[in-house]
């Protein structure tokens, strides 16, 4: 406390009473208030408090510091430190019954007059009171009294020279014999005890921060600084100590007193209070003068520095209580982050500073949120199920049920996944009919298309380009009219076909095996379609009647197979007008490419081609059955770039495992965060420059910390076993390491470059070159080494194996 402003004490013991000190000691008490009027005497706070006036103390003026005596009893005994340099004990409503009456109008006088600057109570031995008085130079600076002493009638100076209380001297006591005497022609500014230990006092001298050891009084440990003012120790970190000179704000750490270990950014005005906050670890609030924002320094999160000239990083905010220049501010002792501040015209408010709300994902995409000492968690359970789950729980169900580790049954790690994502289904499907084409192929016969399959059907279709062209229909089978058939389909589109899924591996290009497994999922409009574009109607209508009569099927498919069986290759006939309007009404999107095939004119499919809604699969099969090859390579090359930029993964049928597929899947990572199914995907064919390709590294690297982050570490090793298999670029090279028991060194040969010659081997020397000497003892102290390490370096045995 300076000058005429006044300043805020909260009551150590009773968390709802604080003392505001000017010229006079004010105590009020804080009650809960609504939003209806306060009663006569209170003080609105804040919208939720008011502080009512309980008891108004007079009696000691030139007030220049008040310290709150620390003990339950008495709870309302504070001692004032006045300017001639006297400290009085007071109090505030004290019982006057109380055993502890004798203690109020004590008063304790140094030798000499001069202003008293700062008082401390000892926090352990209660009846301790250290002040701190301006220099003297023939007296000391630092004296510390004890409040139960006797009263010394051999005052040496006339009381009524030096008294400035009111009233009658002889009706107080007056102590001038201090209980240590510290700190000669010196001034002290600032104290505070030292909790650590009870004998330890903290002194901010004239120059210098001095800690005085009552055990020893003659010696002190001092540091030669400008920053002496308001010492103030942080309470929940014992060695921490802050003090401020002008703007500037010093950290100290007991430990490593010989200079700051954090200074904090120089303000433009000076500094008139810090303090640190009591429930809050590491949180410093800082006070300039003529300013109405209070400054927060946030060193909770400090690393511990490394080397001596590492400063710890802290956060830096600012808040604003009050519209109003603040003349002093106090922490409550218990609430969280509270603090009362006042004016220079003794406004009070009552104000809460709010923690900043750090956001954290957990790996199993917990969500979690801390706000003071509240930590708040959000979990996907009880959501609700029409929901679509996040793409991170998604990738860690799978990875529980082995996802995409199926290498012999590839189309089954759909299922895996779930069986719920139709572009997953689509792209195990590619991946399997690619690896069942080529693996029983012998990559040395002439002819070998096995990297021709996994370049996808777009390389295909290149590579038959003016080989053959795809026809108009051929020949229905079961109906009257028979159009003239086209040429028959090339290696090429029939390659391309295989990889779509409607015909098997093999010179036979019948589609009945892929309609049966069609009919057995219940997919009958696909079956239909499938069955109609191979110009087989009587099939086609077979299967819709089949469809309709079965359990889950619907009861419409008979009139679509009765309009069906009504097909007339007449252009003008009543059946292809009423078919032509009627399409477009189907909901089924392969019911209605059925009917657009059948009244579309020879060469022009744009309502087959365009349905978007039909599986990619089914259209580019389509495409290579109707086609020719320059309206083939259009279509396929204009596909194939919307699947690139939609990150379709039935586009995979069609670009491959190549730098297109690559380009897919990117903008499927992009789009979903799927790096799951990337990594698979592209591990399972991919040449080794596509593999090399740093979006694919980064997707596997991704993934695996994934596995690890979610504590997977048996389905990670999985990974890294499946990858070395497809990839064996990938393995880390073997090595043996072998220490030495005596000298510590290392001896370290990789397994794969060591040339085993029987029962030896040749060491390389430094320059590379072999020599022909056999390892028996270490390079470094040339003791001999153990049979077992002789064996590992030697031979490469194991150890476990050596006799």
């Avoid at 002889?170 to 230990?197: F, H, I």
Wanted: aromatic share 8%.
């Amino acid at each position: 406390m300076s000058g005429s402003k006044p300043d805020i004490l909260w009551a150590p013991h009773q968390v709802d009473r604080f003392v505001v000190c000017d010229s006079e000691l004010s105590l009020y008490q804080v009650e809960p208030a609504g939003s209806s009027e306060l009663k006569a005497g209170s003080l609105r706070l804040s919208e939720d408090t008011a502080a009512t006036l309980l008891s108004i103390n007079s009696d000691t003026p030139y007030m220049k510091c008040v310290a709150w005596y620390l003990s339950y009893d008495p709870e309302c005994l504070l001692a004032v430190g006045q300017a001639n340099g006297r400290v009085v004990l007071t109090s505030l409503g004290q019982d006057p019954n109380s055993k502890f009456k004798d203690l109020i109008g004590k008063e304790f006088v140094p030798k000499h007059a001069r202003q008293c600057n700062t008082l401390a109570w000892n926090p352990l031995d209660s009846n301790w009171l250290a002040a701190g008085l301006d220099k003297h130079r023939a007296d000391f600076s630092v004296l510390i009294w004890d409040i139960c002493s006797k009263y010394s009638p051999e005052a040496t100076v006339p009381l009524e020279k030096v008294r400035l209380s009111a009233g009658d001297p002889e009706a107080g006591l007056v102590v001038t014999k201090p209980l240590y005497e510290l700190g000669q022609n010196d001034a002290c500014l600032s104290l505070c005890w030292l909790p650590r230990d009870q004998k330890l006092l903290l002194a901010g001298m004239h120059r210098n921060l001095a800690i005085f050891d009552l055990r020893n009084t003659s010696q002190k440990m001092f540091v030669n600084t400008k920053a002496v003012q308001g010492v103030m120790v942080d309470p929940h970190f014992h060695d921490r100590v802050a003090s401020f000179y002008e703007g500037q704000v010093a950290i100290w750490d007991l430990r490593k007193f010989e200079k700051p270990v954090l200074t904090l950014t120089e303000q433009p005005k000076p500094l008139t209070k810090v303090a640190w906050c009591p429930t809050r670890t590491g949180l410093l609030a800082t006070l300039t003068r003529d300013s109405d924002i209070i400054r927060l320094y946030d060193m909770q999160h400090t690393p511990t520095p490394i080397g001596d000239e590492t400063e710890p990083t802290i956060i830096e905010r600012s808040v604003q209580p009050c519209d109003n220049y603040i003349a002093s501010f106090a922490w409550h002792p218990t609430s969280q982050n509270r603090m009362i501040v006042v004016t220079p015209n003794r406004v009070l408010s009552d104000f809460t500073v709010f923690e900043r709300i750090s956001l954290a994902w957990s790996p199993v995409t917990s969500l979690m949120w801390a706000c003071g000492r509240h930590l708040y968690e959000c979990t996907e359970e009880g959501r609700d199920p029409s929901l679509e789950k996040d793409i991170a729980t998604r990738m860690r169900l799978r990875a529980l049920s082995r996802y995409g580790l199926d290498t012999e049954q590839v189309w089954r790690n759909h299922v895996l996944a779930g069986n719920e994502d139709p572009q997953l289904k689509s792209l195990w499907y590619t991946l399997y009919f690619m690896k069942q084409y080529t693996e029983d192929l012998d990559p040395k016969a002439p002819g070998h298309k096995g990297s021709l399959v996994y370049a996808g059907i777009k390389t295909i279709v290149k590579s038959s380009l003016g080989m053959a062209e795809g026809g108009s229909r051929h020949s229905w089978s079961g109906a009257s009219e028979k159009p003239s058939e086209g040429p028959s389909l090339s290696e090429e589109r029939i390659l391309a076909l295989q990889l779509c899924g409607w015909i098997s591996k093999g010179t036979d290009v019948d589609v009945g095996p892929f309609l049966n497994s069609l009919v057995q999922e219940g997919e009958w409009e696909r079956a239909a379609a499938v069955a109609l574009f191979n110009l087989d109607i009587r099939r086609a209508i077979q299967i819709l009647n089949e469809g309709a009569s079965s359990e889950k099927g619907d009861l419409n498919l008979n009139v679509v197979a009765m309009a069906l069986s009504g097909y007339t290759d007449e252009k003008n006939s009543l059946w292809r007008e009423m078919c032509s309007t009627l399409r477009l009404q189907l909901s089924d999107p392969y019911l209605c490419v059925m009917f657009a095939f059948l009244t579309s004119e020879p060469g022009c499919y744009d309502g087959v081609l365009y349905e978007k809604k039909v599986a990619v699969r089914d259209r580019v099969a389509f495409a290579c059955k109707f086609l020719s090859d320059a309206q083939l390579n259009r279509y396929i090359e204009k596909l194939t770039n919307e699947m690139k930029e939609a990150g379709n993964l039935e586009g995979i049928l069609l670009t491959g495992l190549t730098k297109d597929g690559v380009d897919l899947m990117e903008s499927y990572v992009d789009r979903t965060g799927d790096v799951q199914t990337a990594s698979y995907c592209m591990l399972q064919g991919s040449p080794l420059d596509v593999l090399k390709d740093e979006r694919v590294q980064y997707w596997i690297e991704n993934y695996r910390n994934l596995l690890d982050a979610w504590r997977f570490w048996h389905k990670r090793a999985e990974f890294d076993i499946h990858r070395s298999k497809l990839d064996p670029s990938s393995k880390p090279l073997a090595q043996v390491f072998v220490s030495c028991n005596f000298c510590g060194k290392s001896i370290s040969y990789s397994c794969s470059a060591v040339p085993h010659q029987g029962r030896g081997f040749s060491q390389y020397g430094v320059s590379g070159s072999p020599t022909k000497s056999k390892v028996t003892s270490c390079p470094g102290c040339r003791k001999p080494l153990p049979r077992c390490a002789l064996c590992l370096i030697n031979m490469g045995t194991p150890v476990s194996s050596c006799p």
